[in-house]
């Protein structure tokens, strides 16, 4: 069943992200932002500034209470997800949790399973299955590229070194969550290297391996110490190659058409390959603001009370394994079973 009103968003959290996000939620159709809440007051003026009209809250608990709030945008630090998701549950909030879902694999469990019982609807924000040129991506990958055999993300930036939270969970969930649907499956194992520079304690540099059923292997360079920013993923297929460059203005997926095959004319089976080398194809998509994609899809799963493309269980998995790394990276590298 449908909803005839608009779905009245409430936002926890008017930081860096959130001020984005408030400012995308009050210009999504079906969907009205009703009240924001923040606990520092400097925040909570600069709200009231920008969002004139809308209820502005010091805590998460008058948030939960608001009679005309369907549904919440969580948008706070990492370490206060589950306790937020939680009470969300509770009240009978639908929820739209911004990544990471949650910092250990139980806690997120534990949040899906509240929200399961208490019949709301629950998104995980992986923004980048929200990017029209990644969905793309997986499109290509699909229809031309033939069997996965690796996946490599960078993702690097001289960024700001967080204290709840390490480079891994801060940026490793966007190219996770979409390499898990380039290969179809959750990994077999994961072993990672990192190392805290700036803050002891707090990974700001990260490389990790993921292996996965069909032998083809994944790779995560996070760092938040690098003078360049990349945004970058490279797919190699069976038949075709891919690059998906976010940093580039509009050509953001390159198709090349580069692989081995073999020619017949040797006995030899090594000098039986030789290289193709095709040419390079550049396909055109329509570019619209991810988080407004995000967005607009969760208001479309409360409006259609219906499971969004990113539920609760991408976020559970995106967390196992993200912990499972974790716990390899402060291990010295040793190599953590997920099968």
Request: proline share 5%; aromatic share 6%; net charge negative.
């Amino acid at each position: 069943m449908t909803r005839e009103h608009p779905v009245g968003l409430g936002l926890l959290g008017f930081g860096a992200w959130g001020r984005n996000v408030a400012r995308v939620a009050a210009a999504t159709a079906g969907a009205r932002l009703v009240a924001i809440a923040d606990p520092d007051a400097t925040r909570r003026a600069e709200a009231a500034l920008k969002h004139p009209g809308v209820d502005v809250l010091s805590s998460d608990r008058e948030m939960m209470a608001h009679a005309h709030v369907d549904a919440v945008l969580i948008a706070s630090s990492a370490a206060t997800h589950a306790e937020l998701a939680m009470r969300g549950a509770a009240a009978g909030k639908h929820m739209l949790v911004e990544k990471p879902f949650a910092l250990e694999p139980e806690t997120a469990r534990t949040m899906a399973a509240a929200a399961a019982e208490a019949g709301v609807r629950v998104q995980v924000g992986h923004l980048l299955r929200y990017h029209p040129a990644a969905e793309l991506l997986l499109d290509v990958a699909r229809e031309e590229l033939g069997t996965i055999r690796s996946v490599a993300a960078q993702r690097l930036n001289f960024g700001r070194v967080r204290h709840d939270e390490n480079v891994l969970f801060s940026l490793g969930p966007h190219d996770l969550s979409l390499m898990l649907q380039l290969f179809g499956a959750r990994p077999e194992s994961v072993s990672a290297q990192g190392a805290s520079f700036v803050r002891a304690g707090v990974e700001d540099l990260c490389f990790v391996t993921l292996r996965f059923p069909s032998g083809g292997i994944g790779q995560l360079h996070l760092s938040w110490l690098d003078p360049h920013k990349v945004r970058r993923l490279t797919v190699v297929g069976d038949r075709r190659m891919a690059v998906f460059d976010d940093m580039e203005p509009r050509e953001k997926i390159r198709i090349y058409d580069q692989g081995f095959e073999a020619d017949g004319s040797y006995s030899v089976y090594g000098e039986n390959l030789a290289h193709r080398m095709g040419g390079i194809r550049i396909p055109p998509f329509t570019a619209t603001e991810p988080l407004a994609v995000e967005i607009a899809e969760f208001v479309a799963a409360v409006t259609e009370d219906r499971e969004p493309r990113t539920p609760a269980e991408d976020g559970i998995v995106v967390t196992e394994v993200l912990h499972a790394a974790q716990e390899s990276m402060r291990s010295g590298g040793t190599p953590i079973d997920l099968s």
